[in-house]
């Protein structure tokens, strides 16, 4: 299966709510988990991956830490700003390894996936990678 979500496929990560220049929101989509974003502590925080065309969705897959409830939304205007909730989950807590998820959304036809981070362990999170099956 293809991975939509790498930006060596064309996929970007067009807005977050936090950055850090050591934790850039880009690495998100480079395909490591060594590499990641992390939030600056208030929440809820945010981040939209934008595919390079209209995509079918049926699986994310995203590998965190101290993430506690997400919701997962796509967008179909090419301007990002009307969306549709397509999940929305609570992650268990893990101590010394990665959240890893799978979470069946089976979306037909979006440009966009916004992550929303409602809520953490700790007052910061990360987020390691994120993959896309379609």
Same mark, same amino acid.
């Given at each position: 299966?293809?991975?939509?979500?790498?930006?060596?496929?064309?996929?970007?990560?067009?807005?977050?709510?936090?950055?850090?220049?050591?934790?850039?929101?880009?690495?998100?989509?480079?395909?490591?988990?060594?590499?990641?974003?992390?939030?600056?502590?208030?929440?809820?925080?945010?981040?939209?991956?934008?595919?390079?065309?209209?995509?079918?969705?049926?699986?994310? +897959?995203?590998?965190?830490? =101290?993430?506690?409830? *997400? !919701?997962?939304?796509?967008?179909?205007?090419? &301007?990002?700003?009307?969306?549709?909730?397509?999940?929305?989950?609570?992650?268990?807590?893990?101590?010394?390894?990665?959240?890893?998820?799978?979470? +069946?959304?089976?979306?037909? =036809?979006?440009?966009? *996936? !916004?992550?929303?981070?409602?809520?953490?362990? &700790?007052?910061?999170?990360?987020?390691?990678?994120?993959?896309?099956?379609?």
């Amino acid at each position: 299966m293809l991975d939509a979500a790498l930006s060596s496929y064309g996929a970007q990560v067009v807005l977050a709510t936090s950055s850090d220049e050591n934790h850039p929101p880009e690495n998100i989509i480079d395909g490591k988990t060594e590499t990641f974003w992390i939030s600056t502590g208030m929440f809820p925080q945010e981040f939209i991956i934008r595919f390079p065309d209209n995509m079918k969705i049926f699986t994310v +897959s995203i590998q965190s830490y =101290n993430i506690k409830r *997400l !919701r997962i939304e796509k967008g179909t205007s090419d &301007d990002a700003d009307k969306f549709e909730t397509v999940a929305d989950t609570e992650f268990e807590h893990t101590e010394s390894s990665l959240q890893a998820n799978d979470i +069946s959304v089976n979306v037909l =036809n979006t440009t966009h *996936l !916004r992550f929303l981070i409602l809520s953490g362990y &700790d007052h910061f999170v990360s987020v390691h990678k994120v993959s896309v099956q379609s």
